[in-house]
């Protein structure tokens, strides 16, 4: 199956616990709805990416990427990704929606030549094991159709290592494409997956078979927990050197599908050798489930976007920093609360 499955969880190192502050940017209202009749708001933002002064965000219960300014505080516009409409009925919805829970960059290759958006499907259901490219310009706005990748091959390969697939987040490692796994009340550990980008060019073109032809790394994580709750990953971005950024949330649900109250939140680093870090918890309990960042001089500068689980509620961009890069020294650690 050429998986290499890592089944060791790195470990925290140093015992100094800290909590991260953070602060309102804005909420991401709309010029005008996806569809007539929506809200006139992004509310369930899952992804984040952000290309000059462009915030490209993708929501799970949506067929369209949001566009927000990065300069001007004004209402942003949704490009469609997909064709078709959705049910108004928020249960309905959920049950057909593709559930686009991560968006990272595409760095340019042959067949994109300024790099693209890659939207990703969390896996949960038949409905969610889709990715969609969306081929950027020189100025890196979205200038082309986009392309629908089917997922179902890997993911149900990743089914043979993973219980209950619920992918939240992605995120350019140098050469390869890391997935993160979330997990929950009755899993709760997390996971990392990794391969080649040019394995999933190749798949995503057809050329290769995921069943047999894509080496698989996997490393598990435990994060720690907030009242019981465990923390798991909800997305991720890679550091100039290497190391991911990445945020999580203690949601007090027991599956992939059904929602929860999201008990506490953090934000921590992984190492780029894969061990973990440090785990940082929010001061304040924001379902945080998109992540940017930019390094100046030893601060991390994040953004974060959040989903309220309430189709009536903006999802809020969030602001904070994370002092210490590039991480040498000893790490902070989050500890049961």
Do not use: W
């Amino acid at each position: 199956m050429h998986a290499r499955i890592l089944r060791e969880l790195p470990g925290f190192t140093g015992a100094k616990t800290y909590m991260i502050q953070t602060k309102h940017v804005r909420s991401l209202q709309l010029l005008s709805g996806s569809a007539p009749g929506r809200p006139l708001h992004l509310s369930a933002a899952s992804g984040l990416v952000r290309i000059a002064s462009n915030l490209y965000v993708i929501a799970d219960d949506e067929h369209h990427l949001g566009i927000f300014s990065t300069s001007i505080d004004t209402p942003g516009r949704v490009m469609r990704v997909l064709p078709g409409t959705l049910p108004e009925s928020k249960d309905e919805r959920k049950a057909v929606k593709p559930d686009f829970e991560a968006l990272a960059f595409l760095p340019a290759s042959e067949h994109l030549p300024f790099g693209a958006l890659l939207a990703v499907g969390s896996g949960s259901t038949v409905a969610r094991k889709r990715a969609v490219i969306l081929p950027v310009d020189a100025a890196g706005a979205v200038n082309d159709a986009p392309r629908v990748v089917d997922l179902a091959p890997l993911y149900d390969r990743l089914g043979a290592y993973i219980k209950e697939l619920n992918i939240e987040g992605a995120a350019l490692q140098g050469d390869r494409l890391t997935l993160l796994q979330r997990g929950n009340l009755n899993n709760p550990k997390s996971a990392c997956v990794s391969l080649s980008l040019s394995d999933f060019h190749a798949m995503a073109s057809g050329a290769i078979s995921a069943s047999d032809a894509i080496e698989l790394r996997i490393i598990e994580y435990a994060l720690g927990d907030i009242r019981g709750v465990p923390l798991c990953f909800s997305d991720a971005v890679a550091l100039p050197n290497g190391d991911l950024a990445f945020c999580a949330v203690a949601e007090n649900t027991g599956d992939s599908y059904n929602d929860g109250t999201c008990v506490g939140a953090a934000v921590g680093i992984i190492k780029a050798d894969g061990s973990l870090y440090s785990v940082l918890p929010l001061a304040h309990p924001h379902k945080v489930e998109g992540i940017e960042a930019s390094v100046q001089g030893s601060l991390v500068h994040i953004l974060l976007v959040t989903d309220a689980d309430d189709p009536e509620q903006p999802a809020l961009l969030l602001s904070a920093d994370i002092d210490g890069y590039p991480f040498s020294q000893a790490a902070s650690r989050i500890l049961s609360s």
